[in-house]
């Protein structure tokens, strides 16, 4: 069968491929950000804005103060395992709060990057929504006769500390000792 000639201009037309990945990227694509060992966003592709948000002030583009606070310690720990194994590390029904304050569940990627050699050394972050059940999404925040709502706040604690922790290690500075000298 032949081509028409209109089909046959557009397959020779390099901005056609171009279009299509970019098409398919925007539907079929989860939203991701690639970053550096110290969690500086150098792309984002698609919508982050229900795992990230600017920090306010006159910060960067910094992954770990983007992430929501929901998010920093599964963020942390992963891109951490990932640094020390260059393995890629997946965390399953991690749970975000959306606008609607309903529950989202999520899969966490985390991915070292090898090829091509530009990109070596950088860590590729994918958010995924995950089906999730409607006694999940509607649970409120607002406490339940068996005491939900404390557990949930000790978790979230327990988290928020473990990730203190963690930033505080990672961002250790040499102290060297200096001798006074006579």
Known sequence: ?????????????????????????????????????????????GRTGKYLEPAPGLSGMNLFEMARAELNF?????????TQTREPVTVEGVRVRTDTGEQQLLRLTVRPLTEPEPLAGLLLVVFEDQ???????????SPGPDGQHREAVVEALNKELQ?????????????EVVEGRD
């Open 163 to 175: 990730y203190t922790k963690h930033r505080l290690q990672s961002t250790e500075v040499p102290v």
């Open 1 to 45: 069968a032949l081509m028409s000639p209109a089909a046959a201009s557009h397959r020779l037309n390099n901005s056609f491929a171009a279009l299509i990945q970019k098409n398919l990227l925007q539907a079929y694509a989860p939203p991701a950000v690639v970053i550096d060992g110290k969690g500086e966003i150098l792309f984002v592709n």
């Open 74 to 82: 599964e963020i942390s720990g992963a891109v951490h395992r990932v």
């Open 131 to 141: 089906p999730t059940p409607r006694r999940v999404r509607q649970a409120k925040s």
